[in-house]
């Protein structure tokens, strides 16, 4: 008998493949400090990859492979998720400007607010100045194919945006739709769905958006519901009526029988700021009656917005163009004066900003604008022209033409850290990709976002554990947009990672100097592919366009 097991074990032995013989990992890392996602205790361990996905998590040392990196003392996590980019156009123009989220460790991107890339007609198109030198295109699937030809170093998804399909069908007009408007608006939200848009998103804050009604709101995203979409909104109110306006997005969600996602949750003006908790409570409350509601933050208390959204939404009826003109009139200046002094049934970010301009900083101004004014306070630069602020107010908006963009501050620290313990809250930047070189400002959470996070409410702060923060950068994204294969590390998952250094990652760009990246990120990879190496850069492009219901 022992002998038959000797033979046995033999026979085994030859015809089991050893170590050697197995296929080669692509890469291993070795010695990290895995945080998987799930919100779960950290450990350590090695991982394997092999054709852009995890083959192997466990002890692999001696097990071949094409390149190796030591990770000891570093997290190892899955690549971070930015719920809200405004736009991707500009990677369809300079794919560097992925830089500003490769950085930070940022592997996938979601596109659109109220706007989107697609659909498109000969009215939206003019939106992009012709300088650009754009290709033209009209639906998601002629938009990929461009998108996708430039080629991408991180993924991207996109949401189909309620104003775009309102403006293509009524145009920027306050008016409501008629039934048959209405049903070609719902029929654009389905083709986009079929095409690969992953929700409906309405920015509700923004004319034309603003005019739009719930019942609007809501048989669009039953439109986007039979393709199995998230409604995603920046909702109407941000302060004052911020608790109607979240019951707003609460319903929408219940009558279309769609999750929900709000965008950049706050609470805006010191006077309001006693809101917040009731605005939590209120999306608690909803979550435990079955409405799949979730929202983000951005870790900042100045927001980053249009200098003309200092303007009652009244006066866009006839566009943008029209009220710049008419404020050239001194009896409009006035009115417009008056009324933005002291009304509140709108979104004043005056009032918001304390009524004070020296709360207003600029933050980004086209070339036709003196550009010494970036980083200055509107009062800061009402003494430059030695002028009262209020006129200094109406020049960036005439002469900026609408490209005049402002970071007023508005919000506390306590709402942010009250987020951020709440297990339905993720993290956005609410900013698009840009490459550094090709800018002179920027708001900082453009760069510093995802590693602000990480420093400041984790490290410093520790409002955060580490294991809940990165969860809130990736499996809590993940589960919202439907993405199986990402946000986690584990067996066969998409090989998204980002590898840092938790006692040295730090946000750097301030309010002052916006341009710069942040410290401590060494490596990020997308779908195992190395984009980032010791903060240097590598001009590969290894991101996909992730198409919802496709993966």
Not at 53 to 77: Q, S, Y
Request: aromatic share 8%.
């Amino acid at each position: 008998m022992k002998r038959l097991w000797v033979v046995f074990l033999l026979l085994v032995s030859i015809t089991l493949p050893s170590a050697a013989q197995a296929p080669a990992f692509d890469l291993v890392i070795e010695g990290g400090r895995i945080v998987d996602g799930t919100g779960n205790a950290g450990y350590d361990a090695d991982l394997g990859l092999r054709e852009s996905k995890i083959a192997r998590i466990g002890h692999l040392a001696g097990a071949p492979r094409n390149r190796t990196i030591n990770a000891k003392g570093l997290v190892v996590a899955p690549g971070f998720i930015d719920m809200l980019v405004g736009s991707s156009i500009p990677l369809l123009l300079d794919p560097k400007s992925a830089s500003s989220k490769l950085h930070q460790g940022i592997t996938t991107i979601v596109v659109g607010e109220g706007d989107s890339m697609a659909p498109q007609n000969e009215h939206t198109l003019t939106d992009f100045p012709a300088s650009d030198q754009l290709p033209t295109w009209h639906t998601f699937e002629e938009y990929f194919v461009l998108l996708q030809r430039r080629g991408l170093a991180m993924n991207v998804l996109h949401n189909v945006g309620a104003t775009q399909v309102r403006r293509i069908v009524i145009g920027d007009a306050n008016q409501q739709p008629s039934a048959d408007q209405l049903s070609r608006m719902g029929a654009l939200v389905e083709e986009s769905m079929r095409q690969g848009a992953v929700g409906l998103s309405s920015a509700l804050i923004y004319p034309p958006g603003t005019y739009a009604q719930s019942p609007e709101l809501i048989e669009l995203a039953k439109a986007a519901a039979k393709h199995h979409g998230v409604y995603f909104s920046h909702i109407r109110n941000e302060s004052k009526q911020l608790l109607p306006s979240i019951e707003e997005a609460i319903r929408i969600g219940r009558e279309a029988h769609i999750p929900v996602h709000i965008y950049h949750l706050k609470v805006a003006g010191q006077e309001n700021w006693r809101l917040f908790g009731a605005a939590l409570k209120l999306i608690e409350n909803a979550r435990r009656d079955g409405i799949d509601i979730t929202a983000d933050i951005y870790p900042y208390l100045r927001n980053g917005i249009p200098l003309t959204s200092f303007l009652p939404p009244k006066y866009f009826a006839d566009g943008t163009d029209s009220i710049l003109d008419h404020l050239a009139e001194k009896s409009v200046r006035e009115q417009v004066r008056q009324e933005v002094s002291s009304a509140t049934e709108w979104e004043n970010w005056y009032v918001h900003a304390g009524r004070d301009w020296n709360n207003v900083l600029i933050a980004e101004v086209p070339g036709s604008v003196d550009r010494s004014y970036v980083g200055r306070s509107i009062q800061e630069v009402s003494v430059l022209r030695h002028e009262d602020a209020w006129d200094s107010f109406f020049f960036l908006l005439r002469s900026g033409r609408g490209e005049t963009n402002v970071d007023p501050l508005t919000m506390n620290e306590e709402q942010k850290e009250a987020a951020l313990r709440e297990p339905f809250i993720c993290i956005a930047s609410d900013s698009a990709p840009t490459d550094m070189q090709s800018v002179i400002s920027a708001h900082p959470r453009t760069f510093g976002t995802f590693p602000r996070i990480l420093a400041r409410y984790v490290r410093q702060r520790r409002v955060l554990t580490l294991e809940a923060a990165i969860r809130a950068m990736t499996s809590l994204p993940a589960n919202i947009l439907r993405l199986h294969d990402r946000g986690q590390i584990a067996p066969g998952m998409a090989a998204d990672i980002v590898i840092f250094n938790p006692q040295t990652i730090q946000d750097v760009a301030t309010f002052q100097q916006p341009l710069a990246y942040p410290t401590g990120v060494d490596y990020v990879l997308v779908n195992g592919v190395i984009v980032l190496e010791i903060g240097r850069e590598i001009p590969v492009r290894p991101g996909k366009i992730l198409l919802h219901g496709h993966s």
